[in-house]
């Protein structure tokens, strides 16, 4: 069993920061890649910001605003979220590829956690 915790959303005024954590735990061999995807209302989930042993990529509307970083030890993802804007209001959803013992590779997500950004 895998369990996927985001934390750290809430409610924030336009300009304001906040930062999410993600941790991953129970039988993992190894994580392959970590990510945040978001979803707003009526909308589909998209990639917000990925990192793996090659580095991070970033959705364009989110490029110089957020930084997504790992601690490989504590199975943890970070983003971090500089200037939020309204449009960056959605439920986010942090997803890990995880390696278990049995060498089978698959995707688990969180529970999502809200961010909600007032204009």
């Known amino acids: 069993q895998v369990q996927v915790v985001e934390s750290g959303g809430g409610l924030v005024q336009a300009g304001g920061s906040l930062r999410l954590v993600c941790e991953a735990s129970g039988s993992i061999l190894s994580i392959d890649t970590m990510g945040w995807y978001r979803q707003a209302p009526g909308e589909r989930r998209e990639l917000v910001a990925s990192?793996?042993?090659?580095?991070?990529t970033y959705a364009d509307s989110v490029k110089g605003r957020f930084t997504i970083s790992r601690d490989t030890a504590k199975r943890t993802v970070y983003l971090q979220m500089n200037s939020l804007k309204f449009d960056d209001t959605a439920v986010y959803y942090c997803?890990?590829?995880?390696?278990?013992?049995?060498?089978?590779?698959?995707?688990?997500w969180g529970q999502g956690t809200q961010v909600t950004v007032s204009s």
């Open positions: 990192v793996d042993d090659n580095g991070a």
């Open positions: 997803n890990v590829d995880v390696i278990s013992y049995t060498y089978i590779r698959r995707p688990y």
